[in-house]
């Protein structure tokens, strides 16, 4: 086996570094706008990052649905993106940014037209299931950029202003829309293998038999189909993991900085440091994500994550001003936390996903963690934050994520195997079948070149 080919994972590592890099300039240095530029307070902070994720709690699954419905992923994140980041830019421009409400219609401008999880699916696509435990090496990536531009943006924000984030952002998103307009592929491999389907039906002359005719039926788009993937008792219970889980990161994004510039005394530069040191574990479980995916599992690398978590949010509460350095030590488990929680969801989505709905399966994970979760992470802890404060806030957080934890392990213990593993071994024994079927079809269609290069389950 010699792999994906070495120019598409050259391709798609770039996308993922420029998409890093660009949201590195926003990211966590959105709250340093928010804070120090505009001096809103915690509860409006809290509002506007939480308006964000809430908003693309329809879009973004709405994006995927038109991508899959229309077999189009690239234009669909071509559009978006250049949307989003037009909307991000006018931030920039002080004449309309004068109030709070100004700002919250620019941030739901750049909600809308969210489309986190295109991407994704398009790398996973190409990786194909032979290759898919691959993916943590390409979005390991968007981690290189993410740590080393916060270092970077960390001293350009202290020195010369926090006008140069939207430089930098214009810049690198830029770059990022020339090469995915330039180099990513009309069609991925599903949406080329469907459009060839459903072209070959329309020119052949001879009929094609009732069986056929029922295969083919079943390849197209069926809400029902996406319906019945989704509405299962371990699909939910893994997404509402994923929305506990991105609400607590979430709850770090939003209020870290602020916790750490208001209550600690520390600078903008040490800020931008510490999200340089939360790659440090990110970076080797991203690079060898097959390797775990294969050892741990799905249900380990959940349990991982939330424990890393816990004990991460536990150690902020014990800092004071003059040991406010130790915020490195305790912003390494943030590596932890989002590697092994988003290599086990992106590939536990892969694999529950009918290949019809592919993308939007993932715009649901993104959905779910980054939307939901996110959402009720920001709104809830900027409340609790002005009301409690953050120490208290971060502690309820550790109980919030420890109790989800509790639960994961008494679901393991009771069904004598993870629940995620579990369901993913029923559903591999019922996707034979369909393998069967598929390859019987494509050899009699004639279509041989598919079938002798495996494509028919990379699918």
């Known amino acids: 086996d010699e792999g994906p080919p070495f120019l598409g994972m050259v391709l798609y590592c770039s996308l993922f570094f420029f998409h890093g890099m660009s949201g590195v300039t926003w990211g966590r240095f959105g709250i340093v706008y928010y804070n120090e530029v505009k001096h809103f307070s915690a509860e409006q902070i809290g509002l506007l990052q939480g308006l964000m994720p809430l908003m693309s709690l ?10 899959d419905l229309f077999q189009s992923k690239k234009r669909v994140y071509i559009f978006c993106t250049s949307l989003s980041s037009m909307f991000l830019l006018a931030l920039a421009w ?54 080393v531009g916060c270092i970077f943006m960390g001293y350009l924000t202290d020195n010369y202003g926090f006008e140069w984030n939207f430089v930098v952002f214009g810049v690198t998103m830029g770059c990022m829309l020339f090469v995915s307009a330039i180099f ?86 040490l800020c931008g440091w510490t999200v340089g040191v939360t790659v440090l574990f990110e970076l080797p479980l991203f690079s060898m994500s097959n390797l775990f995916l294969n050892r741990l599992g799905h249900d380990a690398l959940f349990l991982i994550a939330m424990t890393a978590y816990c ?21 390494s488990l943030h590596g932890v936390t989002i590697a092994s929680a988003w290599i086990a969801s992106v590939d536990f989505a892969a694999r529950v996903a009918p290949p019809q709905w592919s993308t939007t399966v993932q715009t649901i994970l993104s959905t779910a963690v980054w939307s939901v979760g996110g959402g009720l992470g920001s709104v809830t802890g900027g409340w609790f934050m002005q ?42 024994d019922a996707h034979l079948e369909v393998e069967v079927e598929e390859a019987s079809f494509l050899a009699q269609s004639g279509d041989s070149d598919r079938l002798e290069t495996g494509e028919t389950t990379d699918e």
Not at 58 to 67: C, D, E, H
Not at 311 to 331: D, K, M, Q, S
Not at 406 to 427: D, E, N, T
């Open 311 to 331: 004990i991460r949010v536990l150690g902020y509460t014990w800092l004071t001003p003059n040991t406010v350095h130790f915020i490195f030590a305790l912003e």
């Open 94 to 147: 002080k004449r309309i940014t004068r109030t709070f409400l100004q700002v919250l219609g620019l941030v739901a401008g750049i909600a809308v037209f969210q489309s986190s999880g295109v991407l994704d699916s398009h790398a996973l696509d190409f990786l194909g299931v032979k290759h898919r435990g691959l993916y943590g090496q390409i979005r390991m990536w968007a981690s290189v950029s993410w740590g």
């Open 387 to 428: 009301n409690y404060g953050a120490i208290a806030m971060y502690r309820g957080a550790a109980i919030i994520v420890g109790a989800m934890m509790g639960l994961h392990v008494v679901l393991w213990g009771m069904l004598r195997a993870g629940p995620h593993s579990r369901y993913l071994k029923k559903l591999q």
């Open 184 to 269: 990513l592929p009309k069609r991925t491999n599903e949406e080329q293998a469907r459009y060839d389907s459903d072209q070959r039906r329309l020119t052949s002359s001879s009929i094609v038999s009732q069986a056929d005719d029922s295969f083919i039926a079943r390849r197209r788009q069926k809400p029902e189909v996406l319906r019945a993937a989704l509405c299962r008792l371990p699909v939910i219970f893994w997404l509402l993991e994923g929305i506990c889980i991105g609400a607590a990161v979430k709850l770090v994004d939003s209020f870290l900085f602020v916790y750490l510039q208001n209550d600690l005394e520390a600078s903008t530069t």
């Open 58 to 67: 329809v879009s973004q699954p709405a994006w995927g649905y038109i991508a």
